[in-house]
């Protein structure tokens, strides 16, 4: 993604692309969010060419079960938005502002969103008139390992160069600079600027430039993923289900071939074993009988500094923010497109650099915080695991936003407060407040339920849904 990125905005510059002939890559990341679609506007590849090649499929959003046990809300839809929602956001907002002052209404995210009723009916968010200007968000899910590929033909075709070598030693230069990489197999190899792609080792930015690293561990439990992939489902529905499961949670990701399954758990509670067991038998025994698992350490939490010196870091060597949401490569677009507005408005210089830091950073800890506050809302109480997050620390921002929402105040006002509506906006933290149920009791003397508006929703949301073309 990085090389096509920059050889596609700077066509002039040199770039060589240097990848391992055997180390393999981390191999999963199959969920993305809507922004991914920017990358494939700005390279010019259309859905057709390719989304049979990566096994593709569209993605209309998340389904949370059972990180609730209260009782309605046991399951709930996380949407992407539609310009069709436009006014049902507010509406919903407001339903759960009175809901939360006591009155009794269904106040449940899955009634209100568009993408929810495409999902249940097999519908992908494209509209059949192609000439109507309406647009919903939608996202894919995806073969990691095939779309990498399908990027580096990209890269070379846009002029990147491309050398097979692994990289045994970093030199620096006397400024600190990364000067050379040295591999056996390409000798020296030296340059202006590098790009750190080196996943989880961070050879760069961690282990030669020594960029301190700030762990996210004490927000975010899970530091370990088990996964194994199932074959496929041909009625498939267009979401990632991700079902709470003892301690963490499973994804379920359905691709053209096959569905990829995993366990994102910690390993402070729970055994390598026991939770591969856990997963095969959530997913069927007889479904992955043969199938090998992948066990998978996570490093959560991110690089103090994701450009330092002449090192930018990318993926998994700046940073990690565990994939319930599926945020990571949303994170790397971001990383990239900052970096080349950065380079460009400092016009080559690093006089942006401390600004394109600060903003990635800001990326992570908002990010961080919408996952955290699935762990602090969740109701279970089947092991110490849940029960530990939810005296999970939250950061100052979260506070705030926690705080306008258990005492009835205006959460959208709060968001635009802080002016960060931009990493997740006012319907994904009521969809997702409301979805677990956070709700006081209802109080007796206010009896509106506000039935009607919410029937005249989902009466609109059917007939506009008859406007969607099938899967
Ligand atoms: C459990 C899990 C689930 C995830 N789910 C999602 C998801 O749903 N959505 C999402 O957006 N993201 C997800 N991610 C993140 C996503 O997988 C990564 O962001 C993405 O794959 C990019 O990884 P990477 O290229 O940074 O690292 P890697 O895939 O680890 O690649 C590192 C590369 O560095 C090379 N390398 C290493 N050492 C050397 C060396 N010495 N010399 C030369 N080359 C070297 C390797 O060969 C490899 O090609 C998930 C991650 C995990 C762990």
Known sequence: MTASLLAKQWPQADITLIESPNIPTVGVGEGSTPYIRHLFKTLDISEAQWMSKCNATFKNGITFKHWSIRKGFESYFHPFLSQYDDDVTPLFAQHTRLRRHGYPITCHPDNYYLTKELTNQRKSCQLQ??????????????????????????????????????????????????????????????????????????????????????????NLFNDSAVAIASPKIDNYSPQTVSTALSNGWAWHIPLQNRVGNGYVYSAKYQTADSAEQELRHFIGQDRVKDVEARHIKMRVGRSEKHWNKNCLAVGLSQG????????????????????????????????????????????????????????????????????????????????????????????????????????????????????????????????????????????????????????
């Not at 070598?165 to 340059?191: M, P, T, Y």
């Not at 994170?331 to 408005?345: G, M, P, R, Y």
């Not at 002016?419 to 994904?428: D, E, G, L």
């Open 129 to 218: 008139d192609s000439s109507n200007p309406v647009e919903t968000l939608y996202a894919y899910h995806f073969d990691a390992e095939k779309l990498g590929l399908l990027l580096k033909e990209k890269s070379l075709a846009l002029g990147v160069n491309h050398l097979l070598g692994n990289i045994s030693q970093v030199k620096q230069a006397e400024n600190g600079d990364i000067a050379s990489v040295v591999s056996d197999e390409q000798g020296e190899l030296s340059a202006d600027i590098f790009v750190d792609c080196t996943g989880f080792k961070a050879l760069l930015m961690q282990k030669t430039l020594n960029t301190p690293f700030v762990s996210y561990s004490d």
């Open 320 to 471: 990690f923010i565990e994939p319930l949401e599926a945020t990571a490569l949303h994170l790397v677009q971001d990383t990239i497109e900052s970096f080349i507005a950065a380079i460009e408005e400092g016009k080559g210089t690093t006089a942006k650099q401390d600004y394109f830091n600060d903003k990635i950073n800001y990326a992570f800890e908002r990010v961080r915080d919408y996952i955290v506050t699935h762990y602090i809302s969740n109701s279970r109480n089947d092991t110490p695991y849940w029960q530990d997050c939810r005296k999970i620390p939250v950061s100052d921002s979260l506070q705030r936003i926690l705080y306008a929402w258990f005492n009835g105040m205006d959460v959208a006002e709060e968001l635009d407060l802080q002016q960060i509506s931009q990493y997740y906006p006012s319907a994904s933290w009521h969809a997702l407040l409301a979805g677990v149920g956070t709700f006081p009791e209802p109080d007796p003397s206010k009896t509106e339920t506000f039935a009607n508006e919410i029937q005249q929703i989902q009466h609109r949301r059917d007939e506009l849904a008859k406007l969607f073309k099938n899967l």
